[in-house]
């Protein structure tokens, strides 16, 4: 891991905020150079913390657009965040009209969500988190704590490529016997910059079934990162939601009252 650090160190200082658009999906598809042995001084739980760390800094404020694309129709959509450490993030939607003011407030494993339309916020129950949020291929366990993998699996690295300039690792998540996670497996790509790439889900039986790809890398707020995301559920690829982060500013001070019910119903977009 000193050794990804290092590389990482010195690609920050000659000058990753000059590069905006540095991927784009196509090399994704091109065949990897595989290495023979693992490295032994990478440490899985490190990079995937890093991983999640990249995102969200100490805290964030993002400016955002979705995608819902469907063979006969698709709906584009606003979207401002705010994060918080690990456990807390606000999102709320500003265009179109008709959706402007629904939000979704996370607490750590609690989640509202507030309709502006009917005034009121409800606590999600256990048995809503599967459904899809907001009509997207996202449902509200995907959005679920980001730090769950450092809690809930069993961190196992499985797989190293060499990408270009970059080493990409491949590693597994296995829930713990008693976790209170869905999926028998996920699977994270991450680059040696810490840009999560890839992440797959797997059902109980370990048959691959949805899949959130990176379609665009570049810098925003000093950091680079995927700034552009599809989710698709594979057995119907036609069908897939895509997110993309058009501006964002990390380490910002946010006061503790953003992330209770009362900011969830407030409306605040800035």
């Given at each position: 891991?000193?050794?990804?650090?290092?590389?990482?160190?010195?690609?920050?200082?000659?000058?990753?905020?000059?590069?905006?658009?540095?991927?784009?999906?196509?090399?994704?598809?091109?065949?990897?150079?595989?290495?023979?042995?693992?490295?032994?001084?990478?440490?899985?739980?490190?990079?995937?913390?890093?991983?999640?760390?990249?995102?969200?800094?100490l805290s964030s404020f993002a400016h955002m657009s979705m995608l819902v694309k469907r063979p006969d129709w698709q709906r584009s959509s606003s979207l401002v965040a705010w994060t918080r450490g690990r456990e807390e993030s606000l999102i709320r939607f500003t265009a179109p009209?008709?959706?402007?003011?629904?939000?979704?407030?996370?607490?750590?494993?609690?989640?509202?969500?507030?309709?502006?339309?009917?005034?009121?916020?409800?606590?999600?129950?256990?048995?809503?988190?599967?459904?899809?949020?907001?009509?997207?291929?996202?449902?509200?366990?995907?959005?679920?704590?980001?730090?769950?993998?450092?809690?809930?699996?069993?961190?196992?690295?499985?797989?190293?490529?060499?990408?270009?300039?970059?080493?990409?690792?491949?590693?597994?998540?296995?829930?713990?016997?008693?976790?209170?996670?869905?999926?028998?497996?996920?699977?994270?790509?991450?680059?040696?910059?810490?840009?999560?790439?890839?992440?797959?889900?797997?059902?109980?039986?370990?048959?691959?079934?949805?899949?959130?790809?990176?379609?665009?890398?570049?810098?925003?707020?000093?950091?680079m990162m995927a700034i552009s995301m599809r989710m698709v559920n594979l057995d119907e690829p036609d069908k897939y939601t895509e997110v993309r982060y058009d501006d964002m500013d990390f380490d910002v001070t946010l006061e503790d009252r953003m992330f209770t019910v009362f900011?969830?119903?407030?409306?605040?977009?800035?």
């Amino acid at each position: 891991m000193q050794n990804i650090q290092s590389r990482w160190r010195s690609r920050v200082i000659m000058g990753w905020m000059g590069v905006l658009l540095c991927m784009q999906a196509g090399w994704l598809g091109a065949e990897p150079e595989s290495v023979a042995e693992l490295p032994a001084d990478v440490d899985p739980t490190e990079l995937v913390t890093r991983a999640i760390d990249q995102t969200r800094g100490l805290s964030s404020f993002a400016h955002m657009s979705m995608l819902v694309k469907r063979p006969d129709w698709q709906r584009s959509s606003s979207l401002v965040a705010w994060t918080r450490g690990r456990e807390e993030s606000l999102i709320r939607f500003t265009a179109p009209a008709r959706d402007a003011g629904n939000a979704l407030l996370k607490q750590g494993n609690k989640m509202w969500t507030f309709n502006p339309k009917l005034n009121r916020s409800i606590r999600l129950p256990n048995s809503m988190m599967s459904q899809s949020w907001a009509g997207s291929d996202f449902s509200y366990n995907d959005l679920s704590r980001s730090d769950k993998w450092l809690h809930h699996y069993n961190l196992h690295l499985k797989a190293v490529d060499q990408q270009g300039e970059h080493k990409v690792y491949t590693v597994d998540a296995v829930p713990l016997e008693d976790a209170p996670v869905v999926w028998g497996k996920e699977q994270m790509v991450i680059r040696d910059d810490f840009v999560l790439l890839e992440l797959t889900y797997f059902d109980q039986d370990l048959v691959p079934l949805k899949q959130m790809r990176s379609l665009e890398v570049g810098a925003l707020g000093g950091r680079m990162m995927a700034i552009s995301m599809r989710m698709v559920n594979l057995d119907e690829p036609d069908k897939y939601t895509e997110v993309r982060y058009d501006d964002m500013d990390f380490d910002v001070t946010l006061e503790d009252r953003m992330f209770t019910v009362f900011s969830l119903q407030s409306g605040r977009t800035n």
